[in-house]
């Protein structure tokens, strides 16, 4: 009978994703495949100094250091009404770098009916927090027989776009039951009223509730009070339906008394680990399951230099884990050991990169990847100083609000910078609906203004098939002109007026160098000698690579060398689908790198053609011998 209850389930909501369409949001941070970390949010007892938030790292997911020493990350006098805070509950953002937090407002010193409140907390960083201390009675009317709030929680309701805080409240001498009510957009109060949200069909109390998404489905987690105490779970296809199916029996693997459920999924797995607080005895539990029903314990395999009470783990990225240790110190005995690349969290594809002159810093505009079918609508651009740290710019140009002529498909950017008069401009060419526009701005991270109509929509002569996409611009040093150059199918070359918003028709030309073309041009000039670079193959085959020739004009024929393979996959190291590039110079230096796109490791070969439009961008250097050819690239993870 729970087999049935549960594929009805699955059928509810699969007719509920096919008759609601959301809009796509701008997506920035990590994913899944990013992840290198956990962070563990906590509290430590019942003594006033030890209830406050505390913050914890792991990299495996089974063995977590402290931060700061143990010490508060936060100051409870600061932030709560009552001078401290337990039951910390932390979320992602769907936005992917927004971070939500939750806490009971309450000292237990003072009572366990003692509190009326929660504190609502922001960040972009997960080390600077607005927050906002909400008094439920006082807030909302009819709370008069309020006795006390508890563990509040967020999560993201598809159904609506919002985030809902979840809590337990007591009324009076009745059960505890668990409410909801929707944040406002600024996560500083509440935009609903309290609802009821779940309470067991028995009537009796539930507390600490914790609800994770899987599969379309929503798992609560909760805790019994006074009948049989113990964690218990129902699901749902709908948060808000009241329609909860209660599955059998306790879900903990202990016959001590127990609080605080959490949930969360070990990162690239399908491993999901419950953990819970042995409060009686002052230690946690953990155990995984795959199908969050049955449950191992696997104590034997945590290892915690702390005490945590009642918290909340999430997964964090490379930077995540570095931004934390950077502001609370690193753990003696904790060594990072992180992949080179991707070097950008996220997907995204078809990078350009550019060094500027005005910033000193280096710069990556890439395809915004991820969307079915190719289906992005907006650019960004990331910063470094270091080639190592990159930081997200955000959107700099949104087809749908800012180009008119074409509203769709945003691929394969290409930028240069220009010196007029005694400043620089930015001259950002990209292909919108197939068709190729361009927009100027003062910064290289914007606000880009469009053309107002593509610069490239029709065919050259003699070429009958292919796209008009994947443009690349190029400044030649010799002569001071700059050249466009796109395609898909073939290659073809003109040179830019001196506004840069408008080419020379009379110079359009055809410079495909053999079959081997099929898109992504990129050109450099090296020691009196001009470099084409291109894609081979499909970006949706894990074959995608790069091949090169070369020319003694930017555009000239190109000379096509017998061994002119400069990147392809690595099965034996997981790499596949390496191509579409872009070259950087250091300044000053004869020092190189290719900047590429691949698919995301290690799932892409899995992923079939959706492969092709979920790819992340990677960095490798670049080598030239004596006699100026290239040199394969030794991709890296």
């Known amino acids: 009978m729970k087999k049935n209850k549960i594929s009805i389930l699955v059928t509810l909501f699969l007719i509920h994703a096919t008759c609601g369409v959301f809009a ?17 949010a906590y509290f430590k007892g019942n003594a006033v100094a030890d209830e406050a938030v505390c913050f914890a790292i792991s990299t495996d997911g089974y063995t977590y250091r402290a931060l700061n020493e143990n010490q508060p990350i936060l100051d409870s006098k600061v932030i709560s009404k009552t001078g401290g805070v337990r039951d910390s509950h932390i979320l992602r953002g769907e936005d992917g770098k927004t971070f939500y937090m939750v806490l009971t407002d309450m000292t237990s010193s003072k009572g366990w009916d003692s509190n009326r ?5 922001k960040s972009e960083d997960l080390v600077h927090w607005s927050h906002q201390a909400i008094d439920i009675q006082q807030r909302f009317k009819g709370q008069e027989a309020l006795k006390r709030v508890w563990a509040p929680q967020t999560i993201y309701d598809p159904s609506v776009g919002k985030y809902m805080v979840y809590w337990s409240m007591q009324h009076g001498n009745g059960p505890d039951i668990i409410y909801y009510a929707y944040a406002n957009k600024e996560f500083t109060d509440f935009e609903t009223e309290p609802k009821v949200l779940f309470l067991p069909k028995n009537g009796k109390s539930c507390i600490d509730g914790d609800i994770i998404a899987k599969n379309g489905l929503f798992y609560l987690f909760y805790k019994t009070e006074g009948h049989g105490n113990g964690i218990k779970l129902a699901i749902t296809d709908l948060l808000t339906s009241g329609k909860w199916i209660e599955q059998p029996g306790y879900k903990q693997q202990t016959n001590d008394a127990v609080e605080g459920s959490s949930v969360f999924k070990l990162n ?5 680990i419950l953990m819970y607080d042995v409060y009686g005895k002052g230690k946690y539990q953990f155990c995984t399951s795959e199908d969050l029903d049955r449950f191992k314990v696997i104590d034997h395999q945590i290892d915690m230099d702390f005490h945590p009470r009642h918290g909340t783990i999430i997964p964090i990225s490379r930077q995540e884990l570095l931004d934390l240790t950077s502001k609370w110190g690193k753990p003696k005995d904790m060594e990072f050991a992180f992949r080179k690349n991707p070097v950008l969290d996220g997907f995204y594809a078809d990078p350009d990169v550019l060094y500027s002159n005005k910033t000193k810093k280096y710069y990556i505009y890439p395809t915004s990847d991820g969307f079915d079918g190719w289906g992005g609508y907006y650019f960004k651009t990331f910063s470094s100083s270091d080639l190592n740290q990159w930081k997200d710019e955000g959107v700099i140009l949104d087809l749908k609000k800012d180009v008119a002529w074409g509203p769709r498909n945003a691929w394969a950017p290409t930028i240069t910078e220009k010196k007029v008069k005694n400043d620089y401009k930015y001259y950002y060419y990209f292909t919108a609906a197939q068709k190729i526009g361009v927009a100027v701005a003062d910064l290289p991270t914007g606000p880009f203004k469009d053309s107002r109509k593509p610069l490239i929509d029709f065919k050259p002569e003699g070429v009958n098939g292919g796209q008009e996409i994947d443009p690349a611009v190029f400044n030649d040093p010799k002569s001071g002109k700059s050249y466009l150059y796109w395609g898909n199918g073939y290659l073809a070359v003109a040179e830019l007026n001196k506004d840069m ?15 081997t073309f099929r898109e992504g041009a990129y050109v450099v000039y090296r020691k009196g000698r001009y470099y084409f670079f291109w894609s081979e193959d499909d970006t949706r085959s894990e074959n995608y690579r790069v091949r090169y020739g070369t020319a003694t004009s930017p555009d ?26 872009s070259i950087l110079q250091i300044p000053g230096k004869d020092e190189w790198y290719i900047v590429y796109h691949r698919f995301n490791y290690p799932k ?34």
């Open 24 to 40: 796509q949001a701008y997506r920035s941070g990590p994913t899944d495949k990013d992840f290198a970390g956990y962070l563990f």
């Open 117 to 121: 409140g929660l504190i609502l907390l």
């Open 268 to 272: 690239q797995s399908d491993q999901y």
């Open 501 to 515: 918003v408008s080419i020379k028709k009379n110079t359009v030309k055809v410079l495909t160098p053999d079959k």
């Open 556 to 581: 000239g024929a190109i000379t096509v060398p017998a061994n002119n393979l400069v990147l392809q996959k690595d099965p034996a190291k997981g790499i596949y689908g390496t191509g579409h590039n």
């Open 604 to 637: 892409g070969i899995d992923m079939g053609d959706a492969a092709g439009f979920n790819r992340e961008v990677c960095m490798d250097r670049l080598y030239f011998d004596d006699q100026g050819h290239v040199l394969p690239v030794v991709p890296t993870l």
